[in-house]
């Protein structure tokens, strides 16, 4: 039996893939894809965690492509979505990539529109979720000047 080839880059969800990393840390690559996530897609197409992608069949990798673009079609359950109950349409659903970025925007101008307490906040570019601020958080506040001496005046006089 012939050894099988493998692929050093495979693409899955417009990502590029390294072919020898087990396919568990592999899919850690895509922006959207927890340890978490990246198990329960193992476990439910019943993959090998730790086989390389490279190694991969086109039919697997056909599968994992489609579970990451309709992830509750496939059976994961809604509790590991990053989108439960989405504004506009009220759906559960899993975004990937460059859709998180453009979601995460837009529900920021939202509440800066809306002038909702976060959004104030992210308007003034101070903590949203309650943390005290006398300490921490000093890089946005702008520079601080340290107490400046009198020139040609000694220390003591």
Same mark, same amino acid.
Not at 33 to 57: H, P, R, T
Not at 121 to 126: F, S, T, V
Not at 143 to 150: F, T
């Given at each position: 039996? %012939?050894?099988?080839? *493998?692929?050093?880059?495979? =693409?899955?969800?417009? @990502?590029?893939? !390294?072919?020898?990393?087990?396919?568990?840390?592999?899919?850690?690559?895509?922006?959207?894809?927890?340890?978490?996530?990246?198990?329960?897609?193992?476990?439910?197409?019943?993959?090998?965690?730790?086989?390389?992608?490279?190694?991969?069949?086109?039919?697997?990798?056909?599968?994992?492509?489609?579970?990451?673009?309709?992830?509750?079609?496939?059976? %994961?359950?809604?509790? *590991?979505?990053?989108?439960? =109950?989405?504004?506009? @349409?009220?759906? !559960?659903?899993?975004?990937?990539?460059?859709?998180?970025?453009?979601?995460?925007?837009?529900?920021?101008?939202?509440?800066?529109?809306?002038?909702?307490?976060?959004?104030?906040?992210?308007?003034?570019?101070?903590?949203?979720?309650?943390?005290?601020?006398?300490?921490?958080?000093?890089?946005?506040?702008?520079?601080?000047?340290?107490?400046?001496?009198?020139?040609?005046?000694?220390?003591?006089?």
């Amino acid at each position: 039996m %012939a050894e099988k080839e *493998m692929r050093h880059l495979v =693409r899955i969800a417009n @990502t590029d893939l !390294d072919g020898t990393k087990p396919i568990y840390s592999a899919l850690t690559q895509i922006k959207g894809v927890s340890w978490s996530f990246a198990n329960m897609i193992c476990n439910l197409l019943k993959v090998d965690k730790k086989s390389q992608v490279g190694y991969l069949e086109d039919k697997t990798i056909e599968q994992l492509d489609g579970f990451l673009k309709d992830a509750q079609k496939h059976g %994961a359950p809604s509790w *590991m979505l990053n989108r439960r =109950r989405d504004l506009e @349409t009220g759906n !559960d659903m899993h975004l990937l990539s460059a859709d998180i970025d453009f979601v995460v925007d837009n529900d920021l101008k939202r509440m800066k529109m809306i002038k909702s307490y976060k959004g104030v906040r992210h308007i003034q570019g101070l903590p949203v979720r309650g943390q005290k601020t006398k300490s921490n958080f000093r890089k946005n506040k702008g520079h601080v000047l340290g107490v400046k001496r009198r020139s040609g005046a000694k220390a003591g006089k």
